[in-house]
């Protein structure tokens, strides 16, 4: 760990057109203010990371500055071209540059052994990063919209978590009540990870973590959304 008062918590971000003031629709680089509070609730000091292309050539320079990196969501969909797949209708808009990125941080931090936290579309991130592959719409297999039942807001719903799992012991319980806002999840397992998490209702992957590591984590769900998750407290912990 860096030797600081606090730990320093990369927070990947994206590149997104806004509008605020009098500027319409201009890019600007966001990440929800909630990781950011997550974060510092937790004892950790963010450290915002944009798309970065040359770190995403040797991000080895970035992750000099961090002690535990969490990848977040988006709007946008990984491409399917990063497992071989070819895009499906629901798919979509997809950010190369982001993509390059994140993957690009994730393997470096395996390298370096840094704890991970994925969150939803970083939970993906993290499974690709592995060899993974993602099912592009979820409704096609599970039969429902659930998961994102209402756009703009979060689903509630309850996952089972596997008891002797890294997961459980950072959340405190063998289940748990989540927020979900995806259409997106696991297809085939990354090699070396483990399942750990399922949707109570269908059974869909929500939760997969490297048995072999201290802290890497995916969840499908939205622990930055929930002052009652332990998660990011944990992740947090871990370096501190």
């Known amino acids: 760990m860096n030797s600081k008062s606090r730990p320093n918590i990369g927070v990947t971000a994206a590149t997104e057109r806004v509008s605020y003031g009098v500027w319409e629709e201009i890019p600007a680089v966001i ?7 997550a974060v510092q609730r937790a004892g950790g000091r963010v450290v915002l990371l944009p798309p970065d292309p040359e770190d995403a050539e040797d991000p080895g320079g970035a992750l000099q500055l961090l002690d ?8 946008g969909d990984l491409d399917p071209n990063l497992y071989g797949d070819e895009q499906h209708p629901e798919t ?15 393997r470096g931090a395996l390298e370096r052994e840094m704890p991970i936290l994925g969150i939803c579309r970083g939970m993906q991130i993290l499974n690709v990063a592995y060899g993974g592959t993602i099912e592009q719409h979820l409704p096609d297999v599970l039969g429902h919209e659930e998961h994102r039942h209402t756009p703009g ?10 008891p002797d799992s890294l ?7 063998g289940s748990t009540s989540v927020k979900s806002h995806h259409h997106q999840g696991i297809k085939s397992v990354g090699s ?22 201290s802290f890497v984590l995916g969840v499908l769900w939205h ?14 912990s871990e370096v501190s």
């Open 68 to 75: 535990a990196l969490v990848v977040t969501g988006g709007a």
């Open 92 to 106: 979509g808009p997809v950010q190369e540059e982001r993509d390059a990125y994140e993957l690009a941080l994730v």
């Open 167 to 173: 997961v459980a012991s950072a959340g405190g319980a």
């Open 153 to 162: 807001t979060f689903a509630d719903h309850e996952v089972r978590l596997d």
């Open 31 to 37: 990440s929800p203010a909630s990781y950011v509070r």
């Open 223 to 236: 622990p930055e959304e929930d002052e009652n998750s332990r998660l990011i407290k944990a992740l947090v």
């Open 192 to 213: 070396g990870l483990t399942v750990t998490g399922w949707a109570a209702e269908d059974d869909a992957v929500e939760a997969i973590e490297d048995p072999t590591c």
